[in-house]
């Protein structure tokens, strides 16, 4: 049994098939700004858990991910329908996904400390669980859908801005709206009551999204590949994954996904204690910033595709990253040196927002070509392998988005407790001494995660070239397969190759 399937020719792909792929992002993108953004701060300082409490639910929530994300890829690779391989898990995530989103800003009031814990956990674990069956064959469709370069690169980026819209975009309402601070200082993000409408709201705006993005690629289905006809016990499928998972282009982008997404979710988790407290920003002025991250992030997805074509993925992806790091951390050195206005004033705020522009373009370039490296890997694993495994490869692109919420906030609840950071904390009441600590930490902590990640980059061995020569070898092994089915059915054989090897010599 040939193990590269034939598909269908299929018409070029259309821009409106395109936007409604694209705009499932949003739903994973807000769940994944909200768990950076407002989780550890709501249960630490709203609902009173410590902030090691919250990092070991998000802990014991990273190795759930870690068994269930390859497992749910496998089984979508492998899996038979009458809606192909990747649609009926992205229905089956439409309504318990955005239930345990609102279930989880809405814990019940009066419970004990071990209590919370057990309710976070379940909610978090069911959230994640459900956000996998939906973000995984989402993800995974990207590739089938597109298939040249540097179209891929642009799919993808489109896929990004919807997620960087939805996210960011959430953000801005929740602290313009939901959770608005009152002219008295009352209310905001330290306030429960808002986080009922903000994770309603939310919770729907998933709901329509999930629906749109399935129904609208439901007609790609019969250009998609269908599942393998036939049948593997778990040992042989373990050996599969194993095989798969063996190539040194998967390995490197792994590695640089881990670091990438640890080190961006350490920095979102301090985020709002850097805004609220490090530069004593108004929610006003935060929601303002937050908007400015909705601007320079587009441009960065607009930036990316350009970027690659220029310099190629790799190159490209090295220089953004890079540019991006020493942005990013400007801003704390200066003050710490004492070369930065003082807080409340408008140069202040003028640098910053500057910063958050440029920052946020660069890292939404760097994202962009990041995820598209990793999709170029599918293609040279069939053709190391004889199979199509994109569920199973890009379940770690789906991971390290969960570690950006899981191991990175661990990381800053980590600080805030080291630093002993005051709970019921007031703008302007932190001490400074505090504040610098830090500010100390927080530098190299990101610094050395974020260049570890470039530095596996240049590792990275699959350029323009060596893609299109795979894509190459799986349209000559597709003919191939064409044609030795058509012999052995006009001879009245089954169809498939003698002692089961794939047209691309290795075994099926």
């Keep these: 049994m040939t193990a590269t399937a034939t598909v269908i020719d299929r018409p070029p792909l259309g821009f409106g098939t395109k936007l409604l792929y694209a705009c499932g992002s949003t739903a994973s993108a807000i769940k994944l700004r909200a768990l950076g ?16 409490t919250v990092t070991l639910v998000l802990m014991i929530a990273l190795i759930f991910d870690a068994l269930v994300d390859p497992l749910v890829g496998q089984i979508s690779d492998n899996f038979k329908s009458r809606l192909g391989r990747r649609h009926p898990f992205m229905y089956a995530a439409a309504i318990p996904f955005p239930l345990a989103f609102f279930l989880l800003w809405n814990p019940p009031q009066g419970w004990s400390d071990g209590a919370l814990f057990f309710y976070l956990l379940a909610c978090l674990l069911t959230l994640r669980f459900c956000d996998t069956f939906f973000e995984l064959p989402h993800s995974a469709l990207a590739p089938e859908l597109a ?41 905001g993000v330290l ?28 007609g790609q289905i019969p250009y998609l590949r269908a599942a393998p006809a036939r049948k593997a016990t778990f040992k042989a499928m373990a050996r599969e994954v194993a095989h798969t998972l063996n190539n040194k282009a ?10 990438v997404a640890v080190a961006t979710g350490a920095r979102n988790g301090l985020e709002i204690y850097f805004g609220l407290y490090f530069w004593e920003l108004t929610q006003g002025q935060l929601a303002l910033i937050t908007m400015v991250n909705v601007a320079g992030a587009a441009f960065g997805v607009v930036l990316a595709p350009r970027v690659g074509r220029r310099f190629g993925k790799k190159y490209g ?18 003050r ?17 927002v ?8 660069l890292a939404g370039a760097t994202g962009v070509l990041l995820v598209s490296m990793v999709a170029d890997v599918i293609e040279d694993a069939e053709v190391k392998t004889g199979r199509r495994s994109e569920g199973l490869l890009l379940s770690a692109d789906n991971l390290f988005k969960k570690i950006v919420s899981g191991v990175g906030v661990f990381i800053s609840g980590s600080i805030l407790a080291f630093i002993n950071f005051p709970e019921n904390a007031q ?39 060596k893609h299109e020569d795979n894509l190459r070898r799986l349209r000559e092994a597709a003919a191939a397969a064409d044609a030795a089915g058509l012999v052995e059915d006009e001879a009245g054989g089954a169809p498939g190759l003698a002692g089961g090897a794939s047209p691309l010599g290795v075994k099926a």
Excluded: H
Aim: hydrophobic share 50%; net charge negative.
């Design 427 to 465: 703008r302007g009441g932190v001490p400074q001494e505090t504040l610098t600590d830090l500010g100390m930490i927080y530098i190299p902590t990101v610094a050395a995660l974020y260049g570890v990640g470039i530095l596996c980059i240049f590792a990275f061995n699959i350029d323009r070239a």
């Design 317 to 334: 992806c090295i220089l953004v990253f890079t540019s991006a790091l020493l942005v990013g951390i400007a801003p704390v050195v200066l």
């Design 336 to 352: 710490l040196m004492g070369l930065l206005p003082p807080n409340g004033t408008d140069l202040l705020f003028a640098i910053l």
């Design 37 to 52: 953004t407002f989780l550890m701060i709501f249960y630490n300082q709203v609902v009173g858990l410590p902030p090691q």
């Design 354 to 361: 500057g910063e958050t522009f440029v920052n946020t373009a």
């Design 147 to 187: 298939k040249d370069y540097d179209e891929r690169t642009s799919l993808i980026s489109m896929r990004l801005l919807f997620g960087v819209i939805g996210g960011l975009g959430m953000t801005v309402m929740a602290y313009q709206v939901f959770l608005k601070e009152a002219p008295d200082g009352s209310g």
């Design 191 to 218: 306030a429960r009551d808002g986080y009922f409408a903000y994770s309603l709201t939310a919770a729907l705006i998933i709901f329509a999204a999930i629906l749109i993005s399935t129904r609208g690629t439901q």
């Design 250 to 259: 998967f390995v490197i982008a792994t590695l640089t996904g881990m670091f």
